[in-house]
């Protein structure tokens, strides 16, 4: 299992480094990597701080892998800069500390990461963003093994996949500038009040077989990747009605539509981001 985690405003990147050494130390193996991303308001405001603009943001990442790391050496540490430690040591150190991998959307936050990440996660996209984000992370010097992460819907379906897709995942369709803007669910609902589903083709569509298999994932080729991370949320993982049937698992691009008006809160065609959900560590 990996997780995701924003150090830096909710979490002090001190707390974060223990909790994280303190649950390698418990279960050896259990927890390979953690990736990071330096937040969204909606999760991060509720500390009453000044949300701070994107480039802020980054740099604060930056700084709390650094202190991360160093605590996991076993080092005490002081640091002021866009976060304060004084004097912090762990004392409970796992034998082999978990790897640090980037979170990434685009060519420009993967070439960034390639400074200081153990690898990268990005989100199933058309096939020719996520060369280029390959492609960015691995010209600047990226290291470590690239994952995806893929958002499926379960059903006995497509358009029942679909529909549950639409319904649970719908806020994601904010473009990411604003997502990042935005501090409550209801400025979400109304974000995307005016969006409305369509049949549209999955960006690579499959199926779970009767013995469990899933092909079709060409996404994974592209990364060269041999991790991919699948993302389900509410009653998208319900038993079928017909269990000797095969069921729909329907990795999903659902396209938002909007009154041409409208397009500055909902971009046309933009597709469904990472959002709050029970993560999976999908193995065949």
């Keep these: ?86 004097r912090a040591r762990l004392w409970l150190l796992p034998d082999e500390p978990p790897q640090l991998v980037a979170g990434a959307m685009s060519a420009e936050t993967a070439a960034w990461a390639a400074q200081w990440a153990d690898g990268l996660i990005t989100a199933n996209q058309p096939a020719d963003k996520l060369r280029r984000i390959v ?11 690239l994952r ?56 690579f569509g499959s199926r779970l077989t009767s013995d469990g298999t899933w092909g079709g994932c060409r996404s994974m080729s592209i990364l060269g990747s041999r991790s991919c991370t699948c993302i389900t949320s509410g009653n998208t993982m319900r038993p079928s009605s017909t269990p000797s049937a095969p069921r729909f698992c329907l990795p999903f691009e659902v396209r938002c539509e909007s009154d041409p008006d409208r397009r500055s809160v909902v971009e046309d065609g933009r597709r469904l981001l990472p959002g709050c959900a029970d993560l999976l560590r999908f193995q065949r």
């Design 1 to 86: 299992m990996g997780a995701f985690h924003a150090p830096g405003q909710r979490y002090h990147p001190v707390i974060s480094a223990q909790a994280i050494a303190t649950v390698a130390a418990m279960f050896p193996g259990r927890l390979p990597w953690v990736a990071l991303g330096s937040g969204e308001a909606l999760n991060e405001h509720v500390t009453g701080d000044l949300w701070p603009a994107k480039p802020e943001r980054m740099a604060r990442l930056r700084e709390c892998v650094e202190v991360m790391r160093a605590l996991w050496r076993g080092e005490e540490v002081s640091h002021r800069g866009h976060i304060v430690v004084d």
């Design 135 to 145: 492609d960015a992370y691995r010209s600047a010097g990226g290291r470590g093994t």
């Design 148 to 203: 995806l992460q893929v958002h499926l819907a379960y059903a006995d379906s497509d358009d029942e996949a679909l529909a549950i897709a639409v319904d649970q995942w719908r806020g994601n369709c904010v473009p990411t500038l604003l997502a990042w803007e935005l501090t409550t669910p209801e400025q979400f609902e109304a974000a995307t009040r005016h969006v409305r589903r369509r049949r549209s083709l999955p960006t």
